[in-house]
């Protein structure tokens, strides 16, 4: 069984920046799809970004593209999420998570996913 645990978040000022670590225990991701989703009050998890089980393909949603980059960190056992140039719309709680099997493709679905972490809030300022 696989332990996810987000960290990274906190309060920034718009056009600030942070960056979103996604670590691993238990079980390695190193070989497995991670995605990272978001939830705003009162509205779905949304799709953030998504990277495959070698890092060769990743994904992002339109509304941080060119902001936000997911990356592995094959040593540390961990995903990242850099995110640049922070609006205030991207304030959300930021979950990561990842599959059960072996998968060279990304995934956009929250339900596609086995495993979660339990979030790490990010509120970005006006």
């Known amino acids: 069984q696989i332990q996810l645990v987000e960290s990274g978040g906190g309060l920034v000022q718009a056009g600030g920046s942070l960056r979103l670590s996604c670590a691993a225990s238990g079980r390695t991701v190193n070989s497995y799809p991670v995605g990272w989703f978001r939830q705003a009050p009162g509205k779905e998890r949304a799709f953030v970004a998504a990277?495959?089980?070698?890092?060769?393909?990743?994904f992002l949603a339109d509304s941080v593209k060119g902001r936000f980059t997911i990356s592995r960190d094959n040593a540390k056992n961990s995903v990242n999420l850099q995110m640049n140039s922070l609006k205030p719309e991207d304030t959300a709680v930021y979950y990561c998570a990842t599959k059960a099997r072996y998968s060279d493709y990304v995934f956009q679905e929250p339900s596609d996913y086995d495993y979660w972490g339990q979030g790490t809030q990010v509120t970005v300022s006006s």
């Open positions: 990277i495959s089980w070698q890092g060769s393909t990743t």
